[in-house]
């Protein structure tokens, strides 16, 4: 009996190791570009394309993706996430790039001949004879050499021009009326016909996306690209986008009840050339790390809900952005109707709590027409408790505008904000807190401005339009155009006085309109009253204004993108205590107390910036010396 039971025994752990032999097997599956969809998923025989491999995964399952952008996914369109992983460590789904692989997905459709010539060096073609959808509208034009994908924009601004009238080498015109897309080709080396070359047009919406319950969750992106992806107006007038960014997880279905969609994480992708790269709704606990978004239209992500639905729905929870880049992006197309107003680098909507930290922001533009420039990082419409520290901004393009061009806004009702430790460079306004259109009861409460480096914003370097009780101190503001620190006048009119609270910040001018320590006080947008610190104490009872520092502050090389403090600036030691350590006798004014406070230190973009840029534009990275 005994020598039956341990032969039972022997048999049930073979068969036991075999089952889990098996299961660990089917844990990993593999998508290829030349794979194919009848086959079994597996290391030697890959699927093809993520609508066969969504469905087939299942808690604890990793997807390997291969390729590279030499044979990028073309066209996979919306496929939809109706799996979700679980809680706990090893049990969400993960789906990422094999293992030496770099794979591309592209919502491009390729045109390599079926041009026909217009006039001169203008060529046109009927996109209703190559797949388009119904109703399409391009949005997104690349031109390649011959057999070629994953180039540049056919124009610069990327928009296209306003009639066929208007086109010129490097531009594109769309005739929605006849449904004929016009183009005048760079010459690339084989003149103008596009005939020569291989045009790529966005026609995918997205990638993937989730937009109906069940909710996913328990999800893990890794080291995947998602290029061209655009949406699809809705009607021959409008450039309005139905479904915008690379993976959309949209609001409308998500936040008719509370949202269960949770723990999703983005880690190492590249979102590039999109309408939008990322545009996702009502997630709790979403996490973005090691990414680049680069080359984006209207935004590089928009994060949150939307401040179109019910204000007592509850939030979303715990976003955190880090060790990102966002390159170059661009305002939307120039059309009175168009869906994207105001956009920005980073806009996040109606969060509570989280952070965006150890963020490079490098170049946002306008459009053809010159408007809807986006700002850098903005928290609107009930961000709370939210953190915006250790990031570089810089280059924000704008225009003569109250709403142009803000390197970092934190706006409605974005209570408890704290903006610290970042540097701002080249924008049209710094940071700024409130706008020129909100109520009272709209403007920010209690946001704390402390530690952060501004230089040369055109208008303002730190702009108070509207808020409730900020704090503004230990800030280094160097090079404005108007002031340094504005302080809009009906902002002072609200409870005590006390509201405002200034006090340690450093400001230096070398010649008019803020040479010397100003601020700004007033109620007209075109004519501050620039006025010292002591005045303005004096006509406002604001708090503060005791320790500020109006002198040179001795950066190391300015000039060359340095702003680190020399061992003899007097920024040096000059702050008031935030509770956090610093060296020395006392905290630096500006951003930078430590080397490893270095905003964007950890950006993967800033080596891609770097190359782009070459030595001109980048920063430094170097910390202040002490004797």
């Given at each position: 009996m005994l020598m039956l039971t341990r032969s039972l025994y022997g048999t049930l752990l073979v068969l036991l190791v075999i089952a889990n032999t098996a299961r660990a097997?089917?844990?990993?599956?593999?998508?290829?570009?030349?794979?194919?969809?009848?086959?079994?998923?597996?290391?030697?025989?890959?699927?093809?394309?993520?609508?066969?491999?969504?469905?087939?995964?299942?808690?604890?399952?990793?997807?390997?993706?291969?390729?590279?952008?030499?044979?990028p996914y073309q066209g996979q369109d919306g496929v939809e996430i109706y799996v979700t992983g679980a809680a706990g460590v090893g049990n969400e789904i993960t789906i990422r790039n094999a293992p030496g692989h770099a794979p591309v997905f592209s919502g491009t459709h390729l045109i390599d001949s079926g041009w026909q010539l217009v006039a001169g060096s203008v060529y046109k073609i009927a996109l209703s004879g190559l797949d388009f959808p119904t109703d399409f509208r391009p949005l997104l034009v690349f031109q390649n050499p011959k057999g070629q994908t994953g180039g540049d924009f056919l124009s610069d601004p990327p928009d296209p021009v306003g009639s066929a009238l208007n086109l010129q080498p490097g531009t594109w015109y769309f005739d929605a009326a006849l449904d004929e897309l016009h183009v005048w080709v760079n010459d690339l080396g084989a003149g103008v016909d596009p005939n020569a070359y291989t045009i790529e047009v966005g026609r995918v919406p997205s990638a993937l996306g989730d937009r109906s319950p069940p909710f996913a969750s328990h999800l893990v992106f890794e080291g995947i690209e998602f290029r061209g992806y655009t949406g699809?107006?809705?009607?021959?007038?409008?450039?309005?986008?139905?479904?915008?960014?690379?993976i959309t997880f949209t609001n409308i279905a998500a936040i008719t009840s509370p949202s269960d969609r949770r723990n999703i994480t983005i880690r190492g992708c590249t979102f590039r050339q999109n309408w939008k790269g990322l545009r996702l709704g009502a997630i709790h606990d979403l996490v973005i790390q090691d990414s680049v978004f680069s080359e984006n239209i209207a935004s590089g992500l928009s994060i949150g809900l939307s401040a179109r639905y019910p204000d007592d729905l509850p939030h979303t929870t715990g976003f955190v952005m880090e060790n990102s880049s966002i390159l170059d992006t661009y305002g939307p197309w120039p059309n009175d109707d168009v869906a994207e107003y105001n956009p920005a680098a980073i806009k996040v909507h109606e969060v509570a709590g989280g952070a965006i930290r150890n963020?490079?922001?490098?170049?946002?533009?306008?459009n053809r027409n010159g408007f809807d420039s986006p700002h850098g990082i903005w928290t609107d419409v009930d961000v709370t408790d939210f953190v915006i520290e250790n990031n570089e901004v810089r280059d924000i393009e704008g225009f003569a505008s109250r709403f142009s061009g803000r390197g970092i806004f934190v706006e409605r009702r974005a209570h408890g904000n704290?903006?610290?430790?970042?540097?701002?460079?080249?924008?049209?306004?710094?940071?700024?807190?409130?706008?020129?259109?909100?109520?009272?009861?709209?403007w920010p409460e209690d946001a704390e401005i402390y530690n952060n480096t501004v230089i040369d914003s055109l208008y303002n370097g730190i702009y108070v339009y509207g808020a409730v009780r900020p704090q503004i101190f230990n800030n280094i503001v160097v090079g404005t155009g108007h002031v340094p620190i504005r302080i809009h006048q009906s902002s002072l009119g609200v409870g005590a006085s006390e509201d405002v609270y200034i006090e340690a910040n450093g400001s230096w001018d070398t010649a008019p309109p803020s040479a010397g320590l100003f601020y700004a006080?007033?109620?007209?947008?075109?004519?501050?009253?620039?006025?010292?610190?002591?005045?303005?104490?004096?006509?406002?009872?604001?708090?503060g204004l005791t320790q500020e520092v109006n002198a040179d502050p001795m950066f190391q090389d300015?000039?060359?993108?340095?702003?680190?403090?020399?061992?003899?600036s007097p920024a040096i030691d000059a702050g008031l205590p935030t509770g956090e350590p610093y060296n020395g006798t006392g905290i630096d004014l500006g951003y930078l107390e430590f080397p490893s406070d270095v905003p964007g230190l950890g950006a993967v973009g800033y080596v891609l910036l770097a190359v782009t840029l070459g030595a001109v534009g980048t920063v430094r990275r170097r910390s202040r010396q002490r004797d």
């Open positions: 097997t089917d844990d990993y599956y593999y998508l290829d570009p030349l794979g194919d969809d009848m086959g079994l998923g597996t290391d030697g025989d890959p699927w093809q394309t993520l609508t066969k491999a969504i469905p087939e995964l299942t808690p604890g399952d990793t997807l390997f993706i291969r390729g590279d952008s030499s044979t699809v107006p809705f009607n021959d007038d409008s450039v309005a986008v139905a479904l915008p960014g690379a963020v490079l922001v490098s170049g946002t533009h306008l704290s903006v610290k430790r970042n540097l701002v460079v080249n924008a049209q306004h710094g940071i700024v807190l409130g706008t020129f259109n909100q109520g009272v009861s709209q006080l007033d109620d007209l947008w075109g004519s501050p009253a620039n006025i010292t610190a002591a005045a303005l104490a004096l006509e406002t009872g604001v708090s300015a000039s060359n993108g340095d702003y680190s403090l020399s061992a003899l």
